[in-house]
């Protein structure tokens, strides 16, 4: 009886202390990241994701890009203006295809949790980083096909004046093969 009592008295204060500790924790920090999503031209059909994780933190959010014609091969590259990291980095080719260098890897569109409830808040605005002929596209038509993704809800939440940014990859480009081309969305959160 006595082990059963000093038992007993032992977890409820190490239950205590433990609550105690929990309580006390600092918060971390937010951290600085990136979400760019694939979404298919054609059908505005979401593809996948890639959240690049930054170490610094910024006040602002600018993506610049490099681009090089493709009189043969060309290039887009895309960066984050403020620790001058590369976010996107794709070749372009006239009268051929093109591929994606970076990111390496998409997670997979299967891989993204919906959600039934949209985060209250004001729809977006888009800026579109890398469009040479000013064509005019329904971006919120685009966006539509992840406006219902958990992450970009999160994304959104914590930044929801900040604006979705966006441009059209095209792989080729001369005859050029639209069923290749994709949206890219870039979110800051």
């Known amino acids: 009886m006595k082990y059963l009592l000093l038992l007993t008295v032992?977890?409820?204060?190490?239950?205590?202390?433990?609550?105690s500790i929990s309580n006390n924790s600092i918060t971390p920090v937010a951290t600085n990241k990136v979400l760019l999503l694939k979404v298919n031209f054609e059908n505005n059909a979401f593809e996948g994701g890639h959240e690049a994780v930054f170490?610094?933190?910024?006040?602002?959010?600018?993506?610049?890009?490099?681009?090089?014609?493709?009189?043969?091969?060309?290039?887009?590259?895309?960066?984050?203006?403020?620790?001058?990291?590369?976010?996107?980095?794709?070749?372009?080719?006239?009268?051929?295809?093109?591929?994606?260098?970076?990111?390496?890897?998409?997670?997979?569109?299967?891989?993204?949790?919906?959600?039934?409830?949209?985060?209250?808040?004001?729809?977006p605005l888009f800026e579109n980083i890398y469009n040479p002929n000013n064509t005019?596209?329904?971006?919120?038509?685009?966006?539509?096909?992840?406006?219902?993704?958990?992450?970009?809800?999160?994304?959104?939440?914590?930044?929801?004046?900040?604006?979705?940014?966006?441009f059209l990859y095209t792989p080729g480009v001369g005859v050029g093969d639209p069923t290749k081309w994709k949206w890219i969305f870039i979110i800051k959160n």
Not at 138 to 156: K, M, P, T
Request: with cysteine; hydrophobic share 35%.
């Open 55 to 123: 170490p610094n933190s910024t006040s602002t959010f600018t993506v610049t890009n490099q681009f090089v014609p493709p009189s043969d091969f060309g290039n887009i590259k895309l960066f984050y203006n403020e620790l001058n990291a590369k976010l996107f980095d794709g070749d372009i080719i006239w009268m051929g295809d093109g591929q994606i260098h970076f990111p390496t890897s998409f997670l997979p569109a299967s891989q993204y949790n919906y959600i039934n409830t949209l985060v209250p808040i004001p729809d």
């Open 136 to 166: 005019n596209y329904n971006y919120s038509q685009i966006f539509d096909s992840i406006r219902y993704l958990g992450i970009v809800n999160e994304y959104r939440g914590s930044n929801p004046n900040a604006s979705v940014k966006l």
């Open 10 to 19: 032992i977890f409820f204060q190490v239950s205590c202390v433990s609550d």
